[in-house]
């Protein structure tokens, strides 16, 4: 339906005139007559007050289908880190109610899911930003050291906390539920080599191995869970020979150097970030290597190389991806300006 027709439709059901409307939302008699005629559309300020005074949404006024307001909600949230609290329990509201329709369940539960956690980001940022303010002030004292353990991802001293037990639960949990499906497989082998549980995830590798899946990347777990056993020698033949057999393959070059950065060899990981990205042949292209290879310039001191490297990512978000505005290129400028500032 038409956005006029809308209006129309909204109004009479409201029991309004045309001159109540305008009253209320602050325009003249004639501007309302325009909007219901098609000669005029209301200017995108007017909006918020006529979903308000007809007590819908704004995506309501534009009739949009459930797979277009879905889609909204997504956008919305990749392009600002932070929702209005009316914005926020709008689409709160909305997507429990999908979680209703069988046609719509997996999606809404999968954008609820994305919801919570981007508010959680949001206040994970001013716990964070007021966490380091009471250590500065007091760096003698634990205070609210631990609150940067889970906002900002510092590491935990104590094995306790820093383990990745329930994660590792979760998974074998899933993993025996769907034996078949090999996505899991690797998230638990993920955990498991980060808490260098090495024997469990040489066992599930073979399971993953019989199920003839992801053998691309079957080599690589390989090496890293010789490494977690502390065989470095032998970690390192594993990648040399993978880096010789697959020599221009994007995803065998990206691990390799995902393996080198790790392990602090940070000539080797950049050289190898940067022929991942180069032989890369997928359209658009990931931000991953040059992330990596700004973040190591950065560990290194080398802050106008970041710096150049904070261009590089927002060249390929605008030219590849097309994003020309949003948090995530206000973001990058962010940082870039950072770097620059310690230059």
């Known amino acids: 339906m038409e956005l006029g027709k809308k209006i129309r439709q909204l109004r009479l059901k409201a029991g309004l005139t045309q001159e109540q409307l305008a009253e209320k939302v602050g325009v003249v008699p004639q501007s309302v007559s325009k909007w219901e005629n098609a000669a005029a559309m209301p200017d995108i300020t007017a909006l918020p007050m006529l979903a308000e005074v007809f007590g819908v949404t704004i995506d309501d006024l534009f009739d949009l289908t459930v797979e277009q307001r879905l889609n909204r909600i997504e956008n919305r949230m990749d392009m600002k880190d932070d929702l209005p609290q009316d914005v926020y329990l709008e689409y709160e509201e909305f997507l429990k109610d999908q979680l209703n329709s069988e046609e719509h369940k997996k999606r809404a539960t999968e954008l609820i899911a994305y919801l919570y956690w981007h508010r959680m980001q ?21 205070g609210c050291q631990w609150i940067l353990n889970y906002t900002d991802r510092h590491k935990a001293w104590d094995w306790n906390m820093s383990n990745h037990t329930k994660a590792i639960e979760f998974y ?24 260098h549980r090495a024997d469990e995830a040489e066992a599930y590798l073979d399971r993953l191995e019989k199920m003839d899946a992801r053998p691309d990347l079957r080599d690589i777990y390989r090496a890293h869970i010789a490494l977690a056993r502390f065989d470095e020698q032998k970690a390192d033949a594993i990648m040399e020979g993978i880096l010789e057999a697959r020599p221009d393959d994007p995803v065998a070059l990206f691990e390799a150097a995902q393996y080198y950065a790790e392990k602090c060899d940070y000539d080797r990981a950049v050289a190898l970030y940067e022929k991942s990205f180069e032989k890369e042949t997928r359209r658009p292209r990931f931000t991953d290597d040059l992330m990596a290879i700004r973040d190591i310039h950065e560990i290194r001191g080398e802050y106008r190389e970041a710096a150049a490297d904070c261009d590089r990512i927002l060249d390929l978000l605008k030219n590849e991806w097309g994003i020309t505005e949003g948090d995530e290129l206000g973001n990058e400028e962010k940082r870039k300006a950072e770097l620059l500032a310690k230059a």
């Open 122 to 142: 949001g206040f994970a940022r001013l716990a964070a930003s007021y966490a380091k303010d009471a250590v500065r002030m007091t760096p003698a004292e634990k």
């Open 172 to 195: 074998k949990e899933l993993v025996e539920s769907n034996p078949d499906v090999w996505s899991p497989y690797l998230y638990l082998l993920d955990n498991l080599i980060a808490d």
